[in-house]
């Protein structure tokens, strides 16, 4: 009998005893390839000797220090190197415990940023469907994700939300992905028109979409023409790199392969890699010399901001991926993940798409490749191809509601960096033999 109030109360959960490299063993001896990283968390894998021992050390130096009194050596440590490694135009860092509280924090400061300005009739934020920003009020509230934000739905702010970039999904057959892109664009700027651009704080977008959708890459410059928008309107830009940044497609941060730098950036999952709770914002330096200049404050706190174990680990993890040069080793293996995936569903007749960047990407299901029209939500394909998978030892993050937060499915797969050719390999084999057994299951 289970005092924890589990996410399903009625699914028995395997417990969890120990983890190396990049699989998990539970307490019957049983290992699982954490082909998902969690949720796209454990970007070094599980057990990282080098991460350990920093975050042993810190314990033995500081555990706790509240910022409303000090500072602490690490915290300034890591933020000279997370600005060291940022976009342009970014000059600080924000640090919180996760996701969800780096996207609450960014929204109140893009509103604080309009009120030290001078502008306090800036109130809306546009963001897009079938995105996810997290599980806060705030964050729900301009997360596009329909299932989720459902109950809560009285609680939530007033958000705008347009199109989301899905190509699979959203291209018309007679338009190139430029014009898709521009077509999307311009539904951006005619909400902005209808709102009154006077009244609009800032878009809200994941680089590269995640859980909702399932690794959705933007086509080919949309993210310059929502720069251009954002700019000639005075309107920020906060990109949700939560699940997709830290390395995860690629390169540092995924914006830098659209050519573009946001006015305030989340950071979470690949950031501390799972070794402790930590999250931050990457903030422009207008944004920090509108503080600067105006009430001197952000009005805004945690009681475990800039926690030093967590940042501790944090940095222990960014100086890994450098040493290693795990960037490069991201790339490498995200083609041979993708040539894989596309090799084993690239003809599936229940697999409409393959899609995403460096080790962060996911197929779709359909009940036939060529029609997209998807099984019927009642089957809840993802979770049996989970139960699946999991029953061969595979560790992998589905998905239902892709199309629309009720119709859909799709797998998720983000494995840590250190993943080779051989594991992935075995992770496409098990993912394959997993998808047929639920399909079976339904037909």
């Not at 290992?31 to 599980?46: E, R």
């Not at 929204?107 to 996810?132: C, D």
């Not at 994941?206 to 949309?222: M, N, S």
């Not at 993708?338 to 460096?358: I, P, T």
Request: with cysteine; charged share 20%.
């Amino acid at each position: 009998m289970t005092r924890v109030l589990h996410r399903s109360i009625a699914y028995s959960y395997p417990v969890a005893v120990s983890g190396r490299g990049i699989h998990i063993r539970d307490a019957s001896g049983k290992d699982y390839i954490d082909a998902s990283g969690g949720a796209a968390v454990s970007c070094l894998g599980h057990s990282h000797p080098d991460v350990l021992a920093a975050m042993h050390a810190q314990l033995d130096r500081l555990a706790y220090a509240h910022t409303s009194f000090f500072t602490t050596a690490v915290a300034e440590e890591l933020a000279e190197d997370l600005i060291s490694h940022a976009p342009s135009g970014v000059s600080h860092v924000y640090f919180v415990s996760g996701g969800s509280e780096a996207i609450e924090a960014a929204l109140k400061m893009a509103r604080q940023y309009f009120v030290e300005k001078g502008e306090p009739l800036r109130r809306h934020f546009i963001a897009r469907r079938q995105s996810y920003h997290g599980n806060t009020l705030g964050a729900l509230a301009v997360g596009g994700n329909a299932w989720r934000r459902q109950q809560f739905a009285p609680l939530l702010i007033e958000v705008q939300h347009v199109s989301p970039c899905f190509e699979y999904r959203g291209r018309r057959v007679d338009e190139t992905p430029l014009q898709y892109g521009e077509r999307l664009a311009r539904e951006l700027e005619d909400e902005i028109d209808a709102l009154g651009p006077e009244t609009v704080i800032a878009f809200v977008a994941e680089t590269v979409g995640g859980a909702t959708a399932g690794a959705i890459a933007p086509v080919e410059g949309y993210f310059k023409r929502i720069r251009e928008i954002c700019n000639r309107h005075g309107i920020l830009l906060i990109l949700d790199e939560v699940m997709c940044g830290m390395g995860r497609t690629g390169t540092l941060h995924a914006c830098e392969q659209e050519g573009i730098a946001p006015d305030l950036m989340a950071v979470a999952k690949g950031l501390g890699g799972g070794f402790a709770p930590i999250g931050a914002v990457l903030v422009g330096a207008k944004v920090f010399e509108a503080f600067a200049r105006g009430s001197g404050f952000f009005q805004h706190g945690h009681t475990y901001l800039g926690h030093p174990l967590a940042c501790a680990g944090a940095l222990a993890v960014q100086r890994v991926i450098r040493r290693d040069n795990l960037l490069a080793h991201v790339q490498a293996q995200g083609e041979v993940l993708m040539r894989g995936l596309n090799g084993r569903f690239g003809n599936h007749h229940h697999v409409g798409d393959v899609r995403g960047r460096g080790l962060f990407q996911a197929i779709e299901l359909v009940r036939e490749r060529g029609g997209k029209e998807p099984f019927d939500p009642r089957h809840k394909l993802h979770a049996r191809i989970k139960q699946q998978a999991m029953r061969r030892g595979l560790m992998v993050y589905p998905m239902g509601g892709t199309l629309d937060g009720v119709r859909g499915d799709h797998v998720l797969l983000a494995p840590p960096f250190i993943v080779d050719a051989r594991d992935i390999d075995t992770i496409i084999e098990r993912l394959g033999d997993a998808v047929d057994a639920a399909i079976a299951s339904v037909s």
